[in-house]
């Protein structure tokens, strides 16, 4: 497991242990370290397989425990970016403008604010950095 809420969570209701195994992964893979890395019912349900309502749910508990936080993302009103951004950022990332005035979307989204107890590999998101280990795997036996 990579949150201690988790285990709480099953231990609390073991019926839906094998959604909470999932979630508990996913929402590992959507941490970042600056405590604004985010996950949404799209990205949860491609990465899980659960349906939206058992989702829902799982979600509610994982607020509840503290390992996240539900949010409406904002969009710059300065440059029109398509992108949505944490209400939570100071300034845009791609014109510096001060986020305060900008508009509030209607979509929910959830920040991971509790770090996963350990690393997680994940070749989509990992570095392009030198890695022996996958150079050689790359070039297979
Ligand atoms: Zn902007």
């Not at 839906?16 to 992964?25: L, P, Q, V, Y």
């Not at 425990?65 to 992108?83: F, H, I, K, R, T």
């Not at 305060?100 to 392009?128: H, K, N």
Request: proline residues 6%; aromatic residues 6%; negative net charge.
């Amino acid at each position: 497991m990579y949150y201690n809420a988790s285990n709480t969570l099953i231990s609390r209701d073991a019926s839906n242990a094998s959604a909470i195994i999932a979630t508990d992964r996913a929402l590992a893979r959507s941490y970042a370290p600056d405590k604004h890395g985010w996950s949404d019912m799209g990205l949860l349900q491609a990465r899980t397989g659960l349906a939206n309502a058992l989702l829902d749910v799982v979600m509610k508990q994982y607020i509840q425990e503290g390992v996240l936080v539900a949010y409406s993302p904002v969009q710059c009103g300065n440059c029109n970016d398509q992108n949505l951004v944490d209400p939570d950022e100071e300034r845009c990332a791609t014109c510096d403008t001060v986020l305060t005035e900008a508009e509030a979307s209607d979509q929910v989204r959830y920040r991971v604010v509790q770090q996963p107890m350990m690393p997680i590999f994940d070749p989509a998101t990992a570095s392009d950095t030198y890695d022996p280990h996958c150079a050689r795997s790359r070039r297979g036996p």
